[in-house]
């Protein structure tokens, strides 16, 4: 009996050969313990802010620390502003990468904040954090919380009609293990004037020692892989841990306690064809074993980082739906 043939998703030609050339440079670029930053730079496309709306939306950048290259880039929509709206919600992104690649201003993610402006709409705050391997743990959680406490303290540096203590912090992959760990961070220290309504964490990157059903099931699946993701662990982790520290296995033996924290409700988006499946549905399982609100949204055919890639009609879905999570929880506060 023959058997039984592995399921493939459908990703449409012109995301498979980016897919597929993103792959095969990054893993070109990775060494034993180190990147070609050059090679990357020549792939890694960037957009510049725009003073002049382009797509209903103009951006600023701005710099917190030129020492650590710690800086955000503010997206914002025209209309409401021109609307003369009294207040739009912040939503703080960080973007994915593995912890080692991209940036705000990398075009794909340039994009996709310009697309969260627009439609939910609200101000788009993205966090150019510290990458690995030059720059390992706890680099980019001391960013992240510093980007939040810098709002706190300067709310002057956002349009006059944005609403902090309306803010949601969000992102994809590594973005969202981190916009985790800045919210568990800033629940123990405390902010004044931000306040965090909301997290929305799509296809968050998360791991441990075991090897999960997907990562074995889904081995070679775009973009991420076993041995890609041991790489970046290695790289990003403090020298002589494994991948059950807490930075990674963030539901596993070194969890956190949630239980005392206001941790805020959370949206949690899965991919079927994403290897890191498993770890991503136990983060959401102990976010509610922990008594905290959590929404669990699935994709079944949907590949690692799908939402990135306009190709994939689900991604103006996904956008939509974090639309939708926003304007419910903003609903519930008022």
Known sequence: MA?????????????????????????????????????????????????T?????????????????????????????????ASLPVVVFF?????????????????????????IPAVVVSVNYRLVPEHRYPCQYDDGEAV???????????PENSDVSRCFL???????????????RVCKSGLREVRIVGLISIQPF????????????????PL???????????????????????????????????????YPDTLVFVGGFDPLQDWQRRYYEWLRKSGKKAELIEYPNMIHAFYVFPDMPESVQLISQVKDFITKRLAELN
């Open 3 to 51: 058997a039984k043939s592995t399921p493939k998703p459908f990703i449409p030609w012109k995301t498979r050969i980016s897919i597929s050339f993103l792959s095969t440079v990054t893993d070109i670029a990775r060494r034993n313990g180190t990147l070609n930053r050059r090679l990357l730079n020549l792939i890694d496309l960037k957009s510049q802010s725009n003073a």
């Open 53 to 85: 709306p382009v797509d209903g939306v103009f951006t600023k950048d701005v710099t917190i620390d030129a020492d650590r290259n710690l800086w955000f880039r503010v997206f914002t929509p025209t209309a409401a502003v021109s609307a003369g709206d």
């Open 224 to 262: 991420v892989s076993v041995p890609r993701t041991d790489w970046l662990w290695k790289v990003m982790l403090p020298d002589g841990s494994d991948r059950d520290h807490g930075a990674a296995n963030v539901s596993g033996p070194n969890a956190e306690d949630l239980s005392g924290l206001d």
């Open 206 to 221: 998360f791991g441990g020692e075991e090897r999960t059903e997907s990562e074995l099931r889904l081995e070679g699946s």
């Open 170 to 184: 969000a992102g994809d992959s590594a973005g969202a293990n981190l916009a985790h760990h800045a919210a568990v």
């Open 95 to 119: 973007h994915g990468g593995g912890f080692a690649f991209l940036s705000p201003a990398s075009f794909a993610y340039d994009a996709v904040c310009r697309k969260f402006c627009r439609i």
């Open 148 to 158: 939040l406490k810098f709002l706190d303290d300067n709310r002057s540096f956002l």
